[in-house]
């Protein structure tokens, strides 16, 4: 049974950090390309960045361009997104995607969401 469990959201005020983490099960983490999607109220999810299996390559939207770190941990099958210089605008529930590589192809897996808000 394939499993996306997000942690580490919450509420920061303008100018804080979180770091989210998106624990995966059930596929091999180490062959999946993985990314962050967030969806703020009234707007549709969007890409906010994403690292290949073996976490050489990553890219970002633009609007979190120098403020967001992605990462990942092979062998803990844990991603990350380090979020720095949060603005209100950052306010979203977070999801974590991945695209799992089997055997008869790819198949794409979502996490159920976390929310970080941004407000003083």
């Known amino acids: 049974q394939v499993q996306l469990v997000e942690s580490g959201g919450g509420l920061v005020q303008p100018g804080g950090s979180l770091r989210l983490s998106c624990a995966a099960s059930?596929?091999?983490?180490?062959?999946?390309?993985m990314s962050w999607y967030r969806q703020a109220p009234g707007k549709e999810r969007e890409l906010v960045a994403d690292?290949?299996?073996?976490?050489?390559?990553?890219d970002y939207a633009d609007f979190v361009k120098g403020r967001f770190t992605i990462s990942r941990d092979n062998a803990k099958n844990t991603m990350y997104l380090q979020m720095n210089s949060l603005k209100a605008e950052d306010t979203a529930v977070y999801y974590c995607?991945?695209?799992?590589?089997?055997?008869?192809?790819?198949?794409?897996?979502w996490g159920q969401g976390t929310q970080a808000t941004v407000s003083s």
């Open positions: 059930g596929f091999t983490f180490s062959n999946s390309a």
């Open positions: 690292i290949s299996s073996r976490g050489d390559r990553t």
């Open positions: 995607h991945a695209e799992a590589q089997w055997p008869w192809g790819i198949r794409n897996y």
